[in-house]
Antibody, heavy 120, light 110 residues
């Protein structure tokens, strides 16, 4: 049974870098899936952040591309998100997810999400 | 402002059918047959309900169906049940390895 668990600091100050890790159990990060991040600001809809295939280059939302990095650690079977220069607008619940891609892609398993608050 | 527009709320009585719309543009919903729908209960992780406009993953009841016309996709829930009460989000491929989501629709079973 696949389980994804996000972890990382829940409170950041403006201008700091957000760093989250998604630990995978029940699957290998080297399997034939992509691995991605989505966030949901309070009271708002979901927002795509980006994703990565373990042996490929990451791909990001155009609106966040200048500040985001996604990378994998195959030895630890996890993948990570970094978002630099955060502001209050980055306050959100951050979800990691497995991305199934065939002719199209969709997120077939999600973590429970972790709330990250940006406040001075 | 979400990229895709959904009605904030929808409702129906048990046994009825409800349709939730998702409006985008020719650059996303209208340009690809890659619309998906997610169900989210409070405090739970989102769950895929529909992918590629009208395909259901294994385990999703056939009461859930999807369609698309032009720049608008729709999710229909037939034979409403209490457990269908949740938030529903649409998503579409928008080209260049980018996906967009809707703002979500709160479905209430009366």
């Amino acid at each position: 049974q696949l389980h994804l668990q996000e972890s990382g600091p829940g409170l950041l100050k403006p201008s700091e870098t957000l760093s989250l890790t998604c630990s995978i159990s029940g699957d290998s990060i080297s399997s034939d899936y992509h691995w991605g991040w989505v966030r949901q600001p309070p009271g708002k809809g979901l927002e795509w952040i980006g994703a990565i295939y373990y042996s490929g280059s990451p791909y990001y939302s155009p609106s966040l591309r200048s500040r985001v990095t996604i990378y994998v650690d195959t030895s630890k079977n996890h993948f990570s998100l970094e978002l630099s220069s955060v502001t209050a607008a980055d306050t959100a619940v951050y979800y990691c997810a497995r991305v199934y891609c065939s002719s199209s892609c969709y997120l077939d398993h999600w973590g429970q999400g972790t709330l990250v608050t940006v406040s001075s | 402002q979400s990229a895709l527009t959904q009605p904030p709320s929808a409702s129906g009585s048990p046994g009825q059918s409800v349709t939730i719309s998702c409006t985008g543009t020719s650059s996303d919903v209208g340009g690809y047959y890659y619309v998906s729908w997610y169900q989210k209960h409070p405090g739970k992780a989102p769950k895929i309900m529909i992918y590629e406009v009208n395909k259901r993953p294994s385990g999703v009841p056939d009461r859930f169906s999807g369609s698309k016309s032009g720049n608008t996709a729709s999710l229909t829930v037939s034979g409403l049940q209490a457990e269908d009460e949740a938030d529903y989000y649409c998503s579409s491929y928008a080209g260049s390895n980018n996906w967009v989501f809707g703002g979500g629709t709160k479905l209430t079973v009366l």
